[in-house]
């Protein structure tokens, strides 16, 4: 199939997930045109059968917000129309279902699909913004489907937005050749006994990351633990303050964005996630395909995927985490059997064939 994916090329889970998803489409035999406002961080180069297609979006004094959704929309009615393309994948509703409706629109026999996948603040938070919530739920209606990476945003989708249209669920996935368990020996047989907490987000408000600072500043001091917080965003400064605040901050380290996760996961001894809502967690499920048990808040989706492979605790309540955290840090028994389960999880799970094949599935029944 010829197939346009559309996607934001920031880090965040849901560029992630469309770019792998591009290069293994591309992998499988299928034509890919890959439409974003810049290069998304995880594409990697010279991959036969993809090809990067940049929206640009010209500024003019007149505008205080240059209307990027139009330019999509343009963009992708060119690909269309030069690609023969068979059917979109537009990743993230807001705008991107809105400008395929648009190009839909425009092009001359109407002929133009369009698969939408809801990622999260979509739907959960963004969606339920009365300037939103309309043309989304507008734009889901007309998608020839709607995907959701958990059954958690799904019923969601359905709850918030009304929306009659039946959405498929399909998980996210994870390259588990790429992210791969550690060659070191776990904690419980290193000399030097230092346990590697770590935390990886796009420190936005809903990651809750001085949570996750509140948590190690209880646990460093019954085990000696170092945090590695990785990735960057607006809460960078708040949180490494609370470490300050709360004595652990030379024990607290900011490794700031990082390209290639899947080298510093493995480093890790337990994975922490706080957050406030979470329709599914990649980078928990990343951690998980590396071995590395998770701690996580009972929010959204992450019961889907962790499954009894790791730890939940209530939302907001550092003191829990802590102690669950020394629990199976002080337990090699049950950690190296998490340990093992976590990885298995993601491998029978959510590998990426599994997951890509479902998706394809769902091109043919749209595609006909
Ligand atoms: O919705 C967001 O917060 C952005 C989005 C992203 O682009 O990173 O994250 C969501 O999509 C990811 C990929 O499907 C999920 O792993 C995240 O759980 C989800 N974020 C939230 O639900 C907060």
Not at 113 to 133: E, M, P, Q
Not at 146 to 159: I, K, M
Request: net charge negative; proline share 5%.
């Amino acid at each position: 199939m010829r197939i346009g994916i559309v996607c934001y090329p920031t880090v965040g889970g849901s560029g992630v997930i469309a770019t792998e998803m591009a290069l293994a489409l591309a992998a499988r035999g299928h034509e890919l045109h890959l439409l974003s406002y810049d290069r998304p961080s995880r594409l990697r180069g010279g991959i036969a059968g993809l090809q990067f297609h940049e929206v640009a979006v010209t500024a003019y004094p007149l505008f205080r917000y240059p209307p990027y959704d139009l330019a999509l929309s343009t963009r992708m009615l060119e690909v269309h129309e030069e690609a023969k393309i068979d059917l979109f994948h537009v990743h993230y509703a807001i705008p991107h279902a809105v400008s395929a409706f648009l190009a839909r629109s425009m092009c001359s026999n109407g002929d133009l699909k369009f698969v939408t996948t809801l990622h999260g603040t979509d739907i959960t938070v963004v969606g339920s913004d009365r300037a939103y919530l309309r043309p989304t739920r507008f734009a889901l209606e007309q998608s020839d489907a709607v995907t959701a990476v958990s059954r958690f945003l799904a019923d969601e989708t359905h709850l918030m937005f009304g929306v009659k249209k039946p959405v498929d669920v399909v998980h996210n996935f994870v390259d588990t050749e790429r992210f791969q368990p550690a060659d070191h020996k776990p904690w419980y047989e290193r000399e030097n006994e230092e346990r590697i907490i770590m935390h990886a987000s796009n420190f936005r408000p809903v990651k809750r990351v001085a949570d996750i600072v509140r948590a190690f500043a209880a646990i460093q001091k019954q085990i000696p633990s170092r945090l590695i917080l990785v990735g960057d965003g607006p809460d960078r400064e708040h949180a490494l303050a609370v470490a300050t605040d709360l004595g652990c901050q030379h024990r607290v380290e900011h490794l700031g964005m990082h390209d290639n996760l899947e080298k510093v996961l493995p480093t890790a001894d337990l994975f922490l996630s706080a957050s406030q809502t979470e329709s599914f967690g990649l980078s928990i499920l990343e951690a998980m395909s590396c071995g590395v048990p998770t701690v996580s808040t009972d929010v959204g989706g992450v019961s889907e995927v962790m499954g009894d492979t790791g730890i939940l605790v209530p939302l907001a309540e550092p003191e829990m985490m802590a102690t669950a955290a020394i629990k199976l840090l002080s337990n090699p028994k049950q950690y190296a059997e998490q340990a093992v389960a976590t990885r298995k999880r993601a491998i029978e799970c959510f590998s990426t064939d599994r997951v890509v094949s479902q998706y394809e599935s769902i091109y043919e029944r749209v595609v006909g």
